[in-house]
C-alpha cells in the first residue's frame, strides 16, 4: 500500500510527502508532519492499494496568522465594514487573520462618487462600492472618492436613442432605447425595443462610465449591451450584440432629452415632411409618404403620416439636446419598421432613414418586399391661405405621368387651369394641417382616382401618393 499527501490548495504553495507507517501490521497508521501556509490549506490524502487501487481523502485547515489592515480614502468619503465579524471587521489598523474574506463598502460624501478601490501598490481592485477582499500581509487598502461626474455635469436625466448594424439596418438587429432614466447615483433604467417587444433593463454606470446589462429572450439568444456614458457630452455610446448562431452587433448611440417645463425648448412649432421614393414604383412604391409633425416647448415630438403604400405610422417621443428626433416605428406586425436620425437644425425635419418591408403578401401589392434608404425633407407649415401660392403650377400625378397646370384659390382649393389635359382635376388643402387630397381621372379610366399628400411651404411645392391596383404612384406640385 502506497500513501501520498498532496496539497491542492493554494496553488502556488504545492507539496507532496510520502508519510510514514506507524503501528502493527494489523492496526496502523500513516503519519508526516506537513508545513502550513497562512489561511487556508487543503490536503488530499492518497491511498493506492498493491491492486493499483486509489481511495482520496481531502482535509482542510485554516492557519490563523494576523496581520493588521490599513485603509485610507482621498476626497471626500468614508470606509465602512460589513458583516460577518466573527474574525473581526475591515476597519484601519484592524487585526485580521491573512488568507480569510472580509468586507468593506465605500460611502461617498454627498456630491461625490467612488472611482476605485486600489492596493498599495495602485493596482485597481474594483470600482464597485462593495469589496470583497482577501487578507494578506500588510494589506493596504485606498478608497479614491471624486466630484460625481454626473451630478457636475448635468448629465442625469432622460436618453433616447437608436442601435443598428452600420453595414446595413436590419430588423433582427435594428431598435430603440427610450426613456433611459439616469439618476444622480449612476444607477439607470431604460425600455428596449428590439424584434418587437419591449425589454426592460437595469444596471449602474461605474466611475467610468460603462455598464454592460444583459437582455435574456425566451427561444432566442441573450443580448448584451456595452453602454458608455459620456457626461460631458450627455450621450451614451455602445453596443447592441447577439452571439452565436444568430451573430451580429449593432452600434448604439443615444442622446439626453433636456426639455421640460423648467427649460422650455425654443423654436417650437409645426412641420410637414416627405419620404421620397427610391425608384419609378416598380419594385417599391413610386409615390411620396407624408406627415405631419408638432413640437412643443416640453420637447416633445408628435409624428402621424402615412407611407406610400398605404401604412400609416405614426410616433410621440422627446426632442434630443442636440434636436435630433430618434425615429423608429415598428411595421408590419413588427416584421418591418422605418428607422433613423431625423435632424431639425436647419429649421426643418430632414435625415436618412430606413424603410423595410418585408416579402409577403400580407399586405396588398409589393408582396416581394422591399429595403428603400431614403432621406426625408420637410417645411416648417404656418396656417395661412392660400396655404400654398406656387403662381403658376404644374402638378404630376399618376403613372403613367400626367401634368396640370394649377393654382391655388384663396379659400384653399385647387383650381386646373387650361392648357393642360382634358382629364378631370379638383382638390383642396387643408388650411389647418396642410394636407392635400386631389382626385382625377386617369386617361382611359372608367372612373376617378384620389391621391393625397402634404404641403411644403419652404418648397412651395407638395408630395404624396395614389394608389392604382395596389402600385404606388407619385403626386408632386410645383
Given at each position: 500500500?502506497?500513501?501520498?499527501?498532496?496539497?491542492?490548495?493554494?496553488?502556488?504553495?504545492?507539496?507532496?510527502?510520502?508519510?510514514?507507517?506507524?503501528?502493527?501490521?494489523?492496526?496502523?497508521?500513516?503519519?508526516?508532519?506537513?508545513?502550513?501556509?497562512?489561511?487556508?490549506?487543503?490536503?488530499?490524502?492518497?491511498?493506492?492499494?498493491?491492486?493499483?487501487?486509489?481511495?482520496?481523502?481531502?482535509?482542510?485547515?485554516?492557519?490563523?496568522?494576523?496581520?493588521?489592515?490599513?485603509?485610507?480614502?482621498?476626497?471626500?468619503?468614508?470606509a465602512a465594514p460589513l458583516p460577518p465579524s466573527q474574525f473581526g471587521v475591515a476597519t484601519n489598523n484592524a487585526t485580521l487573520d491573512i488568507g480569510r474574506n472580509y468586507r468593506i463598502v465605500a460611502k461617498p460624501a454627498r456630491g461625490n462618487t467612488l472611482?476605485?478601490?486600489?492596493?498599495?501598490?495602485?493596482?485597481?481592485?474594483?470600482?464597485?462600492?462593495?469589496?470583497?477582499?482577501?487578507?494578506?500581509?500588510?494589506?493596504?487598502?485606498?478608497?479614491?472618492?471624486?466630484?460625481?461626474?454626473?451630478?457636475?455635469?448635468?448629465?442625469?436625466g432622460v436618453y433616447n436613442g437608436l442601435f443598428y448594424e452600420t453595414n446595413e439596418v436590419r430588423v433582427k438587429s435594428a431598435g430603440a432605447i427610450y426613456n433611459l432614466i439616469v439618476r444622480t447615483d449612476s444607477v439607470f433604467s431604460a425600455t428596449v425595443k428590439l424584434d418587437g417587444r419591449n425589454y426592460v433593463i437595469f444596471g449602474q454606470f461605474d466611475s467610468h462610465g460603462d455598464a454592460s446589462p444583459n437582455i435574456r429572450r425566451i427561444g432566442k439568444t441573450t443580448i448584451a449591451l456595452k453602454l458608455h456614458l459620456d457626461w460631458n457630452a450627455k450621450q451614451i455610446t455602445g453596443t447592441v450584440t447577439s452571439p452565436t448562431p444568430d451573430?451580429?452587433?449593432?452600434?448604439?448611440?443615444?442622446?439626453?432629452?433636456?426639455?421640460?417645463?423648467?427649460?422650455?425648448?425654443?423654436?417650437?412649432?409645426?412641420?410637414?415632411?416627405?419620404?421620397?421614393?427610391?425608384?419609378?414604383?416598380?419594385?417599391?412604391?413610386?409615390?411620396?409618404?407624408?406627415?405631419?409633425?408638432?413640437?412643443?416647448?416640453l420637447g416633445?415630438?408628435?409624428?402621424?403620416?402615412?407611407l406610400a403604400d398605404g401604412t400609416a405610422v405614426s410616433q410621440i417621443v422627446p426632442m434630443s439636446q442636440q434636436g435630433y428626433w430618434p425615429l423608429f416605428i415598428p411595421l408590419y406586425g413588427n416584421r418591418g419598421l422605418i428607422s433613423g436620425w431625423v435632424s431639425f437644425s436647419n429649421g426643418s425635419p430632414s435625415g436618412n432613414v430606413s424603410w423595410i418591408r418585408p416579402a409577403g403578401n400580407f399586405v396588398p401589392g409589393y408582396t416581394g418586399g422591399f429595403t428603400n434608404d431614403t432621406?426625408?425633407?420637410?417645411?416648417?407649415?404656418?396656417?395661412?391661405?392660400?396655404?400654398?401660392?406656387?403662381?403658376?403650377?404644374?402638378?404630376?400625378?399618376?403613372?403613367?405621368?400626367?401634368?396640370?397646370?394649377?393654382?391655388?384659390?384663396?379659400?384653399?382649393?385647387?383650381?386646373?387651369?387650361?392648357?393642360?389635359?382634358?382629364?378631370?382635376?379638383?382638390?383642396?388643402?387643408?388650411?389647418?394641417?396642410?394636407?392635400?387630397?386631389?382626385?382625377?381621372?386617369?386617361t382611359g379610366a372608367a372612373a376617378n382616382q384620389t391621391a393625397r399628400g402634404a404641403i411644403l411651404q419652404w418648397n412651395g411645392a407638395a408630395f404624396g401618393y395614389g394608389l392604382s391596383n395596389n402600385v404606388s404612384y407619385p403626386l408632386h406640385m410645383h
Open positions: 500500500v502506497d500513501v501520498a499527501v498532496v496539497r491542492t490548495f493554494p496553488a502556488s504553495a504545492p507539496l507532496t510527502v510520502h508519510p510514514t507507517l506507524v503501528g502493527s501490521p494489523t492496526l496502523c497508521y500513516w503519519t508526516n508532519l506537513v508545513s502550513l501556509v497562512p489561511g487556508t490549506n487543503v490536503f488530499d490524502a492518497i491511498v493506492t492499494d498493491a491492486a493499483g487501487v486509489t481511495a482520496t481523502n481531502t482535509v482542510a485547515v485554516f492557519l490563523r496568522t494576523p496581520s493588521v489592515l490599513h485603509v485610507t480614502t482621498t476626497g471626500y468619503g468614508t472611482s476605485n478601490w486600489v492596493d498599495g501598490t495602485g493596482t485597481e481592485l474594483s470600482t464597485s462600492a462593495t469589496l470583497i477582499f482577501r487578507m494578506q500581509n500588510n494589506l493596504q487598502l485606498t478608497a479614491n472618492f471624486v466630484t460625481n461626474p454626473i451630478v457636475a455635469n448635468n448629465a442625469s451573430a451580429w452587433t449593432s452600434v448604439l448611440l443615444a442622446d439626453k432629452a433636456p426639455f421640460s417645463a423648467g427649460n422650455r425648448m425654443p423654436n417650437a412649432g409645426r412641420y410637414t415632411l416627405t419620404v421620397p421614393p427610391v425608384n419609378d414604383g416598380s419594385d417599391s412604391p413610386g409615390g411620396y409618404g407624408f406627415g405631419f409633425v408638432t413640437t412643443t416647448s416633445t415630438i408628435s409624428f402621424n403620416g402615412s432621406t426625408i425633407f420637410g417645411s416648417p407649415f404656418m396656417v395661412t391661405t392660400p396655404s400654398l401660392n406656387p403662381g403658376d403650377g404644374s402638378m404630376d400625378i399618376g403613372s403613367p405621368t400626367l401634368t396640370f397646370p394649377y393654382a391655388v384659390s384663396n379659400n384653399n382649393a385647387i383650381v386646373e387651369l387650361s392648357g393642360g389635359p382634358t382629364n378631370y382635376l379638383s382638390g383642396s388643402i387643408s388650411a389647418g394641417s396642410g394636407a392635400v387630397t386631389v382626385t382625377y381621372r386617369p
